[in-house]
């Protein structure tokens, strides 16, 4: 089992936009998605495996390095995408694809990932240690403000428990995980 810690803020609490696509868009994104990442040198889409049939309407794909243009017309200019493409480059998130089950629907909408993945994801018993090195409860669910963070990692005392932990490298991931954060009241650290 693992923990994953991430940067949440009150538009997470809200539902977002949400676009239906069909296959064909679906195909056409993730091609467009591979050439851009052989284009640009980076990563756009995770997971990539052609191979897989879950992970070809299951996946998130990095929009903030395109342009809000050249995505939306491999939608064809549709609305609702430009929509969702729009909100995940202004708060700097993925879009997430995802296969509705029931109905056999294809969406597409913000991700809960960061645009540069920085979310740690840890096994519980190192993110219970980090926890405990921050002077938290080692709970698997949690949340608190982004300032309470950032002042318990500026502690001396913070530092040497998360060294007595053996946590002090996930004390750097957080940090770069904390600088992808807005400067809102409503940022906070999630974990679960």
């Given amino acids: 089992m693992s923990i994953t810690f991430r940067i949440a803020t009150a538009a997470d609490d809200l ?3 949400v676009a239906t696509i ?14 851009e990442s052989v284009r640009t040198a980076t990563v756009l889409l995770d997971p990539d495996a052609a191979q897989d049939e879950f992970l070809s309407s299951h996946f998130e ?10 995505v939306a017309r491999v939608f064809d200019y549709q609305g609702d995408v430009i929509s969702v493409v729009e909100e995940a480059q202004f708060r700097c998130r ?22 540069v993945g920085a979310e740690l994801d840890l096994t519980t018993d190192n993110a219970h240690a980090l926890l ?11 949340e608190i403000p982004i300032d309470t963070v950032r ?10 428990r998360a060294a007595e932990h053996g946590v ?14 807005a400067a809102d009241d409503t940022s906070r650290l999630e974990w679960a």
Avoid: H, K, W
């Avoid at 794909?61 to 050249?70: D, E």
């Avoid at 993925?94 to 960061?114: D, K, N, P, Q, W």
């Fill in 22 to 35: 069909n296959a064909r868009q679906l195909a056409a994104f993730r091609t467009f998605l591979r050439e």
């Fill in 15 to 17: 539902q977002g936009p």
């Fill in 168 to 181: 002090t490298a996930y004390l750097d991931r957080l940090d770069q995980l904390l600088a992808t954060a």
């Fill in 132 to 142: 405990e090195g921050l002077g938290l409860r080692p709970d698997s669910v949690g």
């Fill in 151 to 160: 002042a318990r990692l500026a502690s001396p005392a913070v530092r040497r």
């Fill in 61 to 70: 794909g990095r929009v903030c390095p395109l342009a809000l243009a050249s």
């Fill in 94 to 115: 993925r879009v997430s694809v995802f296969r509705v089950e029931e109905t056999g629907s294809i969406r597409m909408r913000v991700a809960l990932t960061s645009d």
